[in-house]
C-alpha cells in the first residue's frame, strides 16, 4: 500500500482492492461486509443495504447524465442481489455558482429511473461549498431493496457453471472518455445506462435459479470475474471471440490502446449460472432492450485457480489480470 492515494485507487482495479482491503475492511471487518457483494444482505436474507457515491466528469454525457447514473448505479447494486428497489435516500453537494436549470435536468432523469425501478426517495440532504471546493456536483445515494430470489452470490459459484454477460461491453467507459477528451468520433456511441432491476426481475419470474451477479461498472468485466474467480476458488476460462463489443468501441481501443474488458459499463452485468439453464436465460435477456446482446462468453473450470484465462481468436491463452494504473478517473 503506498503512503499516498493515486487516482488508481479508485480505479476499480488492484489498487482500488488493496486500499479497500487494507484500510477499510481492516477497520470494519464483519461478516456481512467480508462477502464482498454488490450490496449487503441484511435482516435475515430479507433485504438488500447498498450505498455510492458519484462524482462523473463531465456530469451530462450521450446517454445519461449524473443523475440518471446515481439511480442506476444504487438500483443495479441491489438489483445485483436479486433485490427489487424500494427506497432510496439521496445527499448533493453542489458548488456555489451551480446552475439551476442544469439542477433541474439531473433530478428530473432521476425521478424517471426511480420510476422504472418503482422505488422512491424517502430522506436526502444538501450542501453548498464554495466555488472551487467541489467539481460541479457530487451526489451519495443509498438503497434498500426486497430480496426476491434468495441465494445470488458470488461467493458460490461452481465448477461448470457458464458466464454469461448482457451487453456489448465498454460503452460508458468510452463515452466517458470521448465526451471528457471533446473527441467527435462521428459515431452514435452513448453510455449503457440503464436500470437492470426490469431484467433481472424478468429472469426470476422466468423461475432461473441464478448463481451470482454482479454489474461491470468500474474496472470493466476483467474486474469482475477476477474477484469472483478469487471469491469462489474458481478458475473462469473466456472466449475472445464470443466478447460482445460493438465497433465504435473496438475502434476506440484500438486507436488508444484500451482493453474493452477493463472499461466500464452501467447498465452491463455479468451472470453465472448451471448449463441447464443457459439457453432459457439468453431467450429472457435477449426478449429485453437493455440485454438483447446478451451472450455466454465462457465457463467455470479448475485448471488455475484464482485466475481468468482468455482463450484469443488464434487459439493462444493469456491470464486477464485486474486493471491496474489510472484507468478513465471519474466514470462514475
Request: hydrophobic residues 40%; aromatic residues 6%; contains cysteine.
Amino acid at each position: 500500500m503506498t503512503k499516498t492515494i493515486t487516482l488508481a485507487h479508485g480505479n476499480g482495479g488492484q489498487e482500488n482492492n488493496e486500499l479497500i482491503t487494507e484500510v477499510f475492511y481492516k477497520a470494519f471487518k464483519n461478516d456481512i461486509l467480508s462477502k464482498s457483494e454488490d450490496a449487503a444482505v441484511i435482516q435475515d436474507g430479507t433485504l438488500a443495504f447498498s450505498t455510492d457515491s458519484f462524482t462523473v466528469s463531465p456530469i451530462e454525457f450521450p446517454g445519461a447524465n449524473i443523475g440518471k447514473l446515481a439511480i442506476c448505479g444504487t438500483c443495479n447494486d441491489l438489483a445485483m442481489m436479486g433485490a427489487k428497489p424500494k427506497y432510496l435516500t439521496c445527499s448533493v453537494i453542489l458548488e456555489e455558482g451551480f446552475d439551476v436549470e442544469t439542477l433541474n435536468r439531473i433530478v428530473s432523469s432521476m425521478k424517471k429511473e426511480l420510476e422504472v425501478n418503482g422505488a422512491i426517495v424517502v430522506s436526502g440532504d444538501t450542501k453548498v461549498v464554495p466555488k472551487g471546493s467541489v467539481d460541479k456536483i457530487f451526489i451519495n445515494t443509498t438503497g434498500i431493496g426486497e430480496i426476491e430470489q434468495k441465494g445470488i452470490s458470488s461467493n458460490s459459484i461452481e465448477d461448470e457453471d457458464i458466464i454469461i454477460v448482457s451487453n456489448s461491453i465498454g460503452k460508458h467507459g468510452a463515452t466517458i472518455f470521448a465526451a471528457r477528451e471533446g473527441i467527435d468520433f462521428s459515431t452514435s456511441l452513448e453510455s449503457d445506462c440503464a436500470s437492470l432491476w426490469p431484467v433481472v426481475k424478468k429472469l426470476i419470474d422466468s423461475g432461473i435459479k441464478i448463481r451470482a451477479l454482479r454489474d461491470a461498472t468500474r474496472g470493466g468485466v476483467s474486474a469482475v470475474l477476477n474477484e469472483w474467480a478469487k471469491q469462489s476458488d474458481i478458475c473462469i476460462e473466456i472466449e475472445e471471440e464470443k466478447i460482445p463489443i460493438c465497433d465504435e468501441v473496438s475502434g476506440i481501443c484500438e486507436m488508444l490502446g484500451f482493453e474493452a474488458l477493463s472499461l466500464a459499463n452501467e447498465g452491463t452485468f455479468v451472470m453465472a449460472i448451471s448449463k441447464d439453464q443457459v439457453d432459457r436465460a439468453l431467450e429472457v435477456l435477449k426478449s429485453c432492450e437493455t440485454s438483447k446482446e446478451a451472450a455466454v462468453i465462457g465457463k467455470v473450470t479448475s485448471r488455475h485457480k484464482h485466475k481468468v484465462v482468455l482463450n484469443t481468436a488464434w487459439g493462444t491463452q493469456r491470464f486477464i489480470d485486474l486493471p491496474t494504473g489510472e484507468l478513465l478517473p471519474r466514470i462514475c
